[in-house]
């Protein structure tokens, strides 16, 4: 007969006592709650996955559609050219308007500045030789006279049918813009000796090519004209027009 307090198999309680906290470690890491859990993870991070595939693949295909149209439509730069320019006012104040010579150093007295009043109308023809329509933005241009920016005008976007043409019409209006020295003597000068003013109209042309109500990546046409004014005869004398082209 066993003693008393003993186990009846034989073996030592110690060795009982340390086997135990190992079962129950076993038991913890096998518990169901881990395994759903683990499961769940797995579940989310495969729907996910397949939900960035299907997005990335209609993408794809939407892009594939939309460059088909546009090689079949084959679209072509729109043309934006300055056909006519109507001088309403120009008027130039000199601070010394007679210049005068100096015997003692031999030159000619230059005025310390000269202010310049402006105001044109331009008229733009807007061709569309496309199958499709276009919309253009906002679009802003800039009078400049030697390099200086005198004034801007601003035309409104607006939407061209295919196969068309439209006439925008956009004022610059320049009040009384000073010129410094340099300047102002140069504009003295082509003023009254020369009775030829020589300005520059700078703009960018905002277009977007529109093919079943979407709209192709914005394209850019600049416009840059030189005009040559006559302050005797309130009138344009010259006109040259060039265009930078298509960029996109």
Known sequence: MPPHGHPSNGENPTR??????????????????????????????????????????????????????ILAVKPKKP???LQQVGVQYMGITASNPTASMDPTTATTTTPATASLSLTIHMLFTAVNPNKVGIKYGE??????????????ALVPGFYQEAHSQRQ???????????LMQADASDLI???S????VELRVLGE??????????DSPGVQVSVDCAIVISPRKQSL???QCGFDGLSV
């Open 193 to 196: 000796l020369n009775d030829r």
């Open 16 to 69: 009982q006592r340390a086997q135990a906290p190992h079962s129950n470690q076993q038991q913890q890491h096998h518990h169901p709650y881990y395994s759903s859990a683990s499961s769940s993870s797995a579940s989310f991070k495969g729907c996910c996955c397949c939900l960035f595939l299907l997005f990335s693949f209609l993408a794809l295909l939407i892009l594939a559609v939309f460059l088909v149209i």
């Open 189 to 191: 000068r082509d003023a």
């Open 237 to 239: 004398t010259y006109k």
């Open 139 to 152: 679009s802003s241009f800039t009078v400049m006279y030697r390099g200086i920016p005198l004034g801007k």
């Open 205 to 214: 042309v905002g277009a977007k090519i529109r093919v079943l109500d979407l």
């Open 168 to 178: 925008v019409e956009a004022t610059i209006s320049v009040d009384r813009y000073s």
């Open 79 to 81: 043309q934006f050219d």
